[in-house]
């Protein structure tokens, strides 16, 4: 059985570009409940901004729940400052706990 993971190639070759689409503060918009601000202060400010659609498409995914059963956004939005940091701290987190291992083993 082949293991896709976020290193394998045809993940690296699928291209990312911004959509445009805008996005929004839910804090804001409200009909969504959203949890306390993540550990990583650094994302305080933005993690209830999600993009337009995503935020559409949680409503309505919500209004299928049994009613009394609402979701609860923890994370939207990270910068690509954020994002870097915290794959930085990761990596560096699998390094210090095993040190012997192989920089294309710590992409698997």
Do not use: W
Not at 17 to 22: K, N, T, Y
Not at 67 to 84: C, N, T
Not at 91 to 97: A, K, N, S
């Amino acid at each position: 059985m082949y293991q896709l993971t976020p290193s394998s190639s045809q993940v690296l070759a699928v291209p990312v570009h911004e959509c445009g689409e805008p996005l929004v503060d839910i804090k804001l918009l409200g009909g969504l409940q959203y949890g306390p601000p993540p550990e990583c202060p650094e994302t305080q400010g933005d993690y209830t901004f999600v993009r337009q659609g995503i935020y559409s498409r949680l409503l309505h995914a919500q209004s299928l729940l049994p009613p009394g059963i609402f979701l609860r956004l923890y994370e939207g939005y990270r910068s690509l400052y954020v994002q870097k940091m915290l794959f930085n701290d990761e990596l560096e987190r699998v390094q210090r706990r095993q040190p012997g291992i192989s920089g294309s083993a710590l992409f698997l």
